[in-house]
């Protein structure tokens, strides 16, 4: 029987147009378009490319409901056995928009699904436990080899050929252990390890460990009545509007307010628009959530020298780690130029 | 983002929020457990008198913290 594949690409590949068409709502096409002709000629005999769905990136990241509502049903309505989507390399909007699809059609379809990626893309992190994603260089430049190994995949996984370790199969971990029987025990196992360590040679540990970065903690604050103290923020709270477009969630940015002239957070002048919690105290009060009227409050009473004339907020959910890390790396450069002592950071 | 502050501006940060193996997850070093998620600064429920008084006495604490040394990760809790 001949096994049915979709595949799912962005507005560029589809050959519609770069950033100007990146607002294109999600589309199906019979058949391959772009790399999808490749992936049929990859999988020959093995399965018939049915179908191409294709949506704008910014379509996918400003509507991220809808446009994974309407890929799912694109896309199911071609009956599929397997989705390929991208590969996305290091394109940060079309791997989560692919990571995404991915997610939501093996959940809600039940069936398998293939992207790739470049390892930095924020895509890799926020999806590799719940897709395949198969390691590829960071830009097109790598197709050819993205699609073969996409490709080698797809078909281990429509025969039902039992997958080996994600390492050797070229796909990020997903986290899942299998058990098996290992020719050599445990304590032989450790031993050989150590000794190679030992020997500085190159070996694999069998039991990952998370790695979590740390910093040393900054000198405290010497002097209180003079320091002055900046309020940030990634509880989503932002001047009613939300003027710079600041995501509900997987924030891509983060806004600068100017709260100088403001004593308190009130429903007329600010909201939340984080897409993460339930806003209806925030909404009351921002100030439950960014406590601008005690720090005012405070400030008046002179227990610390100033409030920043700045709030630094976005919205901290689904956000890649990435992105918090530059939010964070040029804050800090800013409140250290403009002379702050210290950070008041809230988080929902 | 609380770490990555800390690390370019090389000033303290505290974070108040409510789930605290997650601030510890992401480095910060001087954490302030909060009142609730969708109100970490507050609390609503004990009117708009007690709401202020949640929150003065969690920022007064976040103040003791960047005044306060620390070698590692240390939870503020009074």
Known sequence: ?348 | MVREIENSAGIPVVQIATIVPIMLTVGANRIVPGVAIPHPVGDPSRGAEGDRAVRRELLERALRAIQTPVEEQTIFTS
Not at chain 1, 4 to 14: E, G
Not at chain 1, 175 to 180: L, M, T, V
Request: with cysteine.
């Open chain 1, 1 to 348: 029987m001949t096994r049915r594949v979709v595949c799912y690409i962005n507005q560029f590949f589809a050959g519609m147009g770069g950033e100007e068409q990146a607002h294109v709502p999600p589309s199906a096409r019979p058949g391959t378009v772009g790399p999808a002709m490749q992936v049929q000629s990859l999988l020959g005999e093995e399965a018939v490319v049915v179908g191409t769905v294709i949506c704008g990136d910014s379509y996918f990241g400003e509507h991220l409901e809808e446009a994974r509502a309407e890929c799912v049903r694109l896309i199911g309505e071609f009956k599929p056995d397997l989705l390929v989507a991208g590969p996305a390399f290091n394109a940060g909007r079309y791997g989560v928009a692919c990571g995404d699809i991915c997610s939501a059609v093996t959940e809600k379809l039940g069936i398998p699904s293939i992207t790739g990626m470049y390892r930095e893309n924020p895509g890799v992190e926020l999806y590799s436990p719940k897709t395949f994603i198969v390691k590829t260089s960071d830009s097109a430049r790598g197709m050819k080899d993205a699609l073969g190994a996409i490709s080698a995949l797809a078909v281990k996984i429509l025969k039902g050929t039992p997958l080996g370790a994600a390492e050797d199969e070229g796909y990020f971990p997903r986290g899942i252990r299998k058990n098996f029987f290992h020719e050599t025990n445990g304590a032989k196992r450790a031993v050989d390890m150590l000794l190679r360590k030992l020997a500085g040679k190159p070996f694999s540990t069998e039991y990952e460990m998370p790695v979590f970065k740390r910093i040393p903690p900054a000198e405290p604050v010497k002097d209180l009545k003079n320091a002055t103290i900046a309020l940030v923020s990634s509880g989503g709270i932002v001047p009613r509007g939300n003027p710079d477009h600041i995501r509900v969630s997987s924030a891509e940015s983060y806004g600068v307010y100017d709260i100088s002239s403001l004593d308190d957070l009130t429903p007329e002048n600010f909201e939340s628009i984080h897409g993460g919690y339930d806003r209806v105290w925030a909404n009351e009060d921002p100030d439950t959530v960014l406590p601008l009227d005690i720090m005012r409050e405070m400030e008046r009473e002179g227990v610390f020298g100033k409030l920043y004339d700045n709030v630094f907020t976005t919205t901290g959910t689904g956000t890649a780690v990435a992105h918090a890390e530059r939010f964070g790396q040029e804050i800090g450069e800013r409140l250290k130029k403009d002379g702050v002592d210290a950070v008041i950071l809230t988080s929902t």
